[in-house]
């Protein structure tokens, strides 16, 4: 759907498949083309991606989020009809 996301190295190499191919591709700014995935689903993986990448880091107070609350977010970003979360697995495949 011609769809183009801009996303953080650190987000982007978390799917393997994706860190081959920015580093094989020309250029840091190569369009890396996602086919088999819409750009509704997969923004919704880059989101799963950025709340993982920094679920990590650590606040001011230096602590990280706790696993209760890493959970907790995973089991309301799965609550989607099972067409979407069958598409989102797909996407998230890459």
Known sequence: DDETFEVDPEVAN????????????ATENDVIPLPNVTGKDLSKVIDYCKFKV?????????????????KA????????????LFQLILGANY
């Open 54 to 70: 920094n679920a990590k880091k650590t606040n001011g107070d230096g602590a990280t989020m706790s696993e209760e609350e890493v």
């Open 73 to 84: 977010w995973e089991n309301d970003f799965v609550k989607v009809d099972q067409g979407t």
């Open 14 to 25: 978390m799917s393997e498949t994706i860190k081959n191919l920015i580093e094989d591709a």
